[in-house]
């Protein structure tokens, strides 16, 4: 990617709506702006607080430190906050920064059983819960799956070596007509569905605000995976290992909100993508 500054990211109401900028500028150019819908009050006061505060209290200060965009996932089958994608982003500048929510869309995660793809194999259509970067080496536009034979637009994949390969899960729009009625419900092979329009936005959003150094997950040698569980790797000094990527991070919790107390859970096993 080539650019290892982090962006500075400036938040502020205009017209009924957040503006997001990006910085620094490059000289002789405009700075990369988006405009984003407010989202309505009833949202804001039914899901944001207490969503904020849950995913709050799953994060390390590390984790929240080093990254700029949260996209929290609930593949829950059940609740408030069920098979809902909510994209946080945090305020710049008090030390004691919140989350703002952006956005609220539906999604589909995976059915979570062990089918034959398309393509013969026998697969798992699970989506791991557990905490994820983005490839920035795999963003497409336009995607196709071999596997299941199905476009996949705006795919941005997860960064995740599992057991000595990369993993095919990724958030992606969704274009055939069943995929998008099934929108809301566990209809994916593993991947994070989102409708269409929402996965171009974000999509935007995230190429072209959001580059920047973050941390490395930690990588077992032995077993040739990267940590899902929010472990992150350090130095002989302890100092965290820094890469090239987007200052996102996805949470996937098998929560739907309903008021019980709730750990996020994560794991290994490889979904289908």
């Known amino acids: ?24 500028a490059v000289a002789g150019s405009s700075p990369s702006v988006e405009l984003i819908p407010a989202i309505s009050a009833e ?24 990254f ?7 593949k829950a089958q059940s609740g408030p906050w069920a098979q809902h994608m909510y994209v946080f982003v945090k305020e710049r500048g008090p030390a ?17 059983t062990m ?6 194999e026998r697969v798992s259509t699970e989506t ?39 993993t095919g899960l990724a958030i992606h729009g969704v274009v055939d007509a069943d995929q998008v009625a099934a929108l809301g419900q566990r209809a994916s092979a593993g991947c994070v569905q989102l409708p269409l329009k929402a996965s171009e936005k974000l999509f935007d959003l995230v190429r072209d605000n959001f580059e920047g150094e973050v941390p490395r997950f930690a990588y077992d040698e032995k077993t040739r995976t990267t940590s899902n569980d929010g472990t992150l790797a350090r130095d002989e000094n302890g100092k965290l290992r820094m890469m090239n990527g987007y200052r996102v991070l996805v949470v996937i919790e098998n929560y739907g909100g309903d008021p019980v107390t709730s750990e996020l859970s994560v794991d290994s096993s ?4």
């Not at 804001?44 to 590390?62: E, I």
């Not at 004691?96 to 059915?111: F, H, M, Q």
């Not at 089918?115 to 013969?120: C, Q």
Request: negative net charge.
């Open 128 to 166: 791991p819960a557990g905490f994820y970067e983005l490839d920035p080496e795999r963003f497409f536009v336009e995607y196709r799956s071999t596997q299941w034979q199905r476009d996949m637009p705006n795919a941005m994949f997860f960064n995740w070596p599992n057991r000595g390969y990369q």
């Open 1 to 24: 990617m080539g650019l290892a500054t982090t962006h500075i990211l400036a938040l502020a109401t205009w017209g009924g709506a957040l503006l997001l900028g990006a910085g620094p």
């Open 43 to 66: 949202t804001t006061a039914s899901a944001s607080a207490p969503l904020m505060n849950h995913l709050m209290s799953a994060l390390s200060p590390d984790l929240y430190d080093n």
């Open 96 to 112: 004691d920064a919140k989350l703002i929510l952006l956005e609220n869309w539906p999604v589909s995660t995976g059915r979570e």
């Open 68 to 74: 700029d965009l949260f996209l929290y996932v609930s």
């Open 270 to 273: 490889d979904p289908a993508g």
């Open 115 to 120: 089918e034959r793809a398309k393509n013969g």
